[in-house]
């Protein structure tokens, strides 16, 4: 379990431990190609040379990007370009000793000079923990008008040039067999299951974050394009301030040359978000991400049905999603009470005789069932 810190402003329990993402390494074929692609993305860049580029978002994450032989690590399952190393955040010291020492338990740990615990997951995924001071980002989207209900008069919406993403919400990876990653994720780093995509995969959040989900572990053995049954990156999402933020990103990345999205704009009904996914030179896809739920330990996780979770609407319908889906979403199993049988009602209804529902029930044409009443 991840360890209490008091309460938030709602007066809930404020239970910490890994706070985000707070560093991603990409294995990349071309770097000159991809950083002109995530500058034009909207990644602030911090700094380039002709090993690396690094670019570092407003709330304190960084991404950086390698050519692929100088991004990975020995030992590693991962195959293909994309990320190759994440790095999760902590808060202090605290937090950061205690998750080492439940890593040493169950795989090999190293403590770079810089202080960064490093180890492998159980997908053989280059991973880590780093203390991370994170940034609190403030949105001001623009109030939305409906139907007798204005919140905003003689006000334009944001005029903006193009996308500026600020948070790394999640990254995306096919697994062999979602179920026990998350199952060692939750074992030892204390993530919390937010939703179960029923045959495609599963959605986990660290504790120290509202994020639906930080990572999500998707089904290798699908049969779509890119699958192949082997541990590969997938996507990463950026978060933006709005949909607006998403379109607008969308078309100027369009204006410079880049490939469309073969989705288009989206809301997945899993975690109600609007999505964006560019396809990326650098490996798999960049995501424009906004508006997601956000959620914390008193959340109840679902199992859904799996084109039924995945969007409410789509601009550009795929072959597989294209007939509408049932409506099946239901709690996930040991999410919720069990069901037992109740001792005390019987198992079969049996016709009661005339003396069996005496006093069982107030009789309307009995006094004491009018007490209190007038007259």
């Known amino acids: 379990m991840g360890i209490v810190e008091g309460t ?63 991004a990975t690590v020995d030992g590693q399952k991962l195959v293909g370009f994309g990320v190759q190393q994440v790095i999760w955040g902590v808060p202090d010291r605290k937090h950061f000793d205690r998750l080492v020492r439940k890593l040493e338990a169950v795989t090999t740990v190293t403590i770079d000079a810089d202080g960064t615990a490093r180890f492998l997951d159980c997908d053989g995924i280059a991973s880590g923990l780093r203390i991370y001071n994170k940034r609190t980002i403030w949105g001001a989207p623009d109030p939305v008008n409906s139907y007798g209900n ?48 029923e045959g495609f995969g599963i959605f986990a959040r660290a504790p120290g974050t509202g994020d639906h989900h930080n990572l999500y572990w998707l089904n290798a053995h699908l049969p779509f394009p890119g699958l192949d049954g082997q541990t590969r990156f997938n996507h990463t999402n950026f978060g933006v301030e709005d949909l607006d933020e998403c379109m607008v990103g969308a078309n100027y990345m369009e204006r410079r040359g880049w490939p469309k999205s073969i989705w288009g704009l989206g809301r997945h009904r899993i975690a109600s978000s609007v999505f964006l996914y560019l396809p990326c030179p650098a490996g798999g896809d960049a995501e424009y991400g906004a508006d997601s739920d956000v959620l914390d330990d008193s959340w109840v996780p679902r199992t859904w049905n799996a084109q039924f979770g995945t969007m409410s609407f789509m601009h550009n319908l795929q072959p597989w999603i294209f007939d509408e889906a049932p409506w099946v979403v239901n709690y996930a199993l040991g999410s919720t009470p069990a069901v037992k049988p109740n001792r005390h009602q019987p198992q079969k209804v049996v016709e009661a005789g005339p003396g069996d529902t005496e006093g069982a029930l107030p009789n309307p044409t009995h006094k004491e069932a009018h007490v209190g009443e007038a007259g």
């Open 150 to 197: 204005v919140n905003r008069i003689n006000t334009h919406r944001k005029w903006r040039l193009r996308a500026n993403p600020k948070t790394i919400q999640h990254v995306v990876f096919a697994v062999p067999n979602p179920e026990a990653s998350w199952n060692w994720y939750r074992d030892n780093l204390d993530f919390r299951l937010s939703d179960i995509q």
């Open 8 to 70: 938030n402003k709602h007066g809930r329990a404020v239970v910490s431990g890994i706070n985000g993402v707070e560093t991603i390494v990409y294995g990349v074929e071309d770097l000159a190609l991809c950083v002109r692609y995530f500058t034009d993305f909207g990644l602030p860049l911090s700094s380039q040379s002709a090993e690396e580029a690094v670019f570092e978002l407003e709330e304190g994450s960084t991404v950086i990007v390698r050519p692929l032989d100088a």
